[in-house]
């Protein structure tokens, strides 16, 4: 009997198109009635284990994207300003067939191609409630093979343990999306990042796509955690960015001969380094609280898993490293402008007291 596998392939495609979008507002404007709590956990969770603001949900025709095959799709629009494009790929195949799939859809460049122009059209009418909108789009895209039904040689569904016993070396292939069977070092490597909660469930998280073994509420869950750690992820390249370019302007700006008088134009342009310094800090706040996981670990774990293995760690290092540089520019600069004002000070007393004592002896001269 040929194993049965049937799932949905899940093709995540984000971008950051504004600094915030007003959520009252973008549902007045689609007529969208306010989200339920999110995420919809499998097993009890406290209702603090949620979305702070849940994002607004709304299909959208795909059949633009001319991917050749039944897709389904919709857009959930982020209050920190990044909007997901989801696709879903149904399948029901075997294990070779969904290794190949899998390689044939990660990073497909017909889906990719066509993406933001149907993203940037369906947008369009929420225009109104973006708050500081973005003309160039960072975007990040991510794949999720979700696995709802996996059915053994023997007939019986297949446990977690059967499962990476047996097809530890497809799930690998999946994950990385690779048509070739990988070496045991990186096979181990992949598998490294899998969790499970039952004994019937699995989640292996990779750098462009992850593995789902779970039933469609508890895929759901752990799909809707992947595309968060996304949405982290594509926030923290942008503050990397814009800090980088901040920081470029005040290394120029201090290499720039002006004299004695330049220091007193520092104080405006540390203003401004502060000011952008701590934008990015309510903003990075915002969107680190926008999930709360304060009593599940499984999830907690499982976030921190999967924003981990995509790269939401190492950008945030990135920002927090800049974020201290700006905040030490800042202080040199205002201490610079201090020193030239108290040097400007002493010189106006200094003046002052000649210009008195000048007064007195030629007031008392014969």
Known sequence: MP????????????????????????????????????????????????????????????????????????LKFFDYGVVSLEVEIPFDTGWPGLVQLASRWIDAPEIEARAEALVRSAVERARPSFHVPYQIWLNEDYYVVHLGEAIGEDGAPLTTTSLLAAHGADIAQIVRGEPLPLSDGERAEVLRSSLSYYPNDL???????????????????????????????????????????????????????????????????????????????????RTDNAIKFLSDMFYARAYRMASERVGVTDYRHLVEEKLRTAGELYEFMMNSFHQARAFVLEFLVVAILVIELGNLFLGHRP
């Open 3 to 74: 194993q049965s596998l049937r799932g949905s392939l899940w093709v995540l495609i984000l971008y950051d198109i504004a600094e915030e979008i007003r959520l009252p507002e973008l549902r007045g404007i689609l007529g969208v009635e306010g989200a339920q709590r999110e995420p919809s956990f499998r097993h009890l969770a406290p209702d603090y284990v949620r979305f702070e603001r849940p994002p607004v949900v709304v299909p959208v025709d795909v059949s633009r994207l001319g991917a050749g095959a039944p897709l389904s799709g919709r």
């Open 203 to 285: 989640l292996v998280a990779g750098w462009v796509g992850a593995f789902l073994y779970d039933t469609p509420e508890g895929g759901l869950t752990a799909r809707q955690l992947l595309e968060y750690a996304n949405t982290q992820l594509l926030e923290f390249r942008h503050y990397d960015d814009l800090l980088t370019r901040v920081l470029a302007d005040v290394y120029k700006s201090l290499e720039r001969r002006g004299g004695f008088f330049r220091r007193w134009r520092l104080a405006a342009e540390a203003e401004r380094l502060n000011r952008i310094r701590l934008d990015v800090i309510e903003l990075a706040e």
